[in-house]
T-cell receptor, first 113, second 111 residues
Framework: KAGVTQTPRYLIKTRGQQVTLSCSPI?????VSWYQQTPGQGLQFLFE???????NKGNFPGRFSGRQFSNSRSEMNVSTLELGDSALYLC????????????FGSGTQLSVL | GENVEQHPSTLSVQEGDSAVIKCTYS??????FPWYKQELGKRPQLIID?????GEKKDQRIAVTLNKTAKHFSLHITETQPEDSAVYFC??????????FGTGTSLTVIP
């Protein structure tokens, strides 16, 4: 069974640009959540999707948005990039959104210059 | 919202010794507490978890304890091995898959 797949693996953008990250969950998993990982801050919850609906949203500005498609694949978009958005963005999937074990992808390393 | 604090931020132990990592949480509604291990350059992976109706759980050399009254939980690794070297994250969750993570503990096991 293939694991959680995130693309692209690395991204370099400049301030003001926007970026879209993609996540394909494990086959059969319908819950996808996104986390931002930065040194010293650990993992911070961005949002969670289940059956194409956003269930929870973390404390991030509206520049961060996401969506989920009918095949459970999810995308995350960040508009008007700021230097502080540089981070590893991790996607995680689980079968259902009920305090389940999370299976993480390898992440997308975003650098904003 | 929930706030999870994790200590220590770095920990070095001799091979064969035990390692203990402690976390506290603030929201009494939190009822699920997973621990993730992240090796350098790799994705976080669940190593053990505990739910609020259990006080202790063991899996071979790894154990987790939970004190709901004091709102703290701990990870215990016995007979440490070099391959245990990694960053360990505790987390707390109350609903769905929204988790609040600690800031991580970098564990180094010295051969």
């Amino acid at each position: 069974k293939a694991g959680v797949t995130q693309t692209p693996r690395y991204l370099i953008k400049t301030r003001g640009q926007q970026v879209t990250l993609s996540c394909s969950p494990i086959s059969g998993h319908r819950s996808v959540s996104w986390y931002q990982q930065t040194p010293g801050q650990g993992l911070q919850f961005l949002f969670e999707y289940f059956s194409e609906t956003q269930r929870n949203k973390g404390n991030f500005p509206g520049r961060f948005s996401g969506r989920q498609f009918s095949n459970s694949r999810s995308e995350m978009n960040v508009s008007t990039l700021e230097l502080g958005d540089s981070a590893l963005y991790l996607c995680a999937s689980s079968a259902v959104p009920s305090r389940e074990k999370l299976f993480f992808g390898s992440g997308t390393q975003l650098s904003v210059l | 919202g929930e706030n999870v604090e994790q200590h220590p931020s770095t920990l070095s132990v001799q091979e064969g010794d035990s390692a203990v990592i402690k976390c506290t949480y603030s929201d009494s509604a939190s009822n699920y507490f997973p621990w993730y291990k992240q090796e350098l350059g790799k994705r976080p992976q669940l190593i053990i978890d505990i739910r609020s109706n259990v006080g202790e759980k063991k899996d071979q050399r790894i154990a987790v304890t939970l004190n709901k009254t004091a709102k703290h939980f701990s990870l215990h690794i016995t007979e440490t091995q070099p391959e245990d070297s990694a960053v360990y994250f505790c987390a707390a969750g109350a609903g769905g898959n929204q988790f609040y993570f600690g800031t991580g503990t970098s564990l180094t096991v010295i051969p």
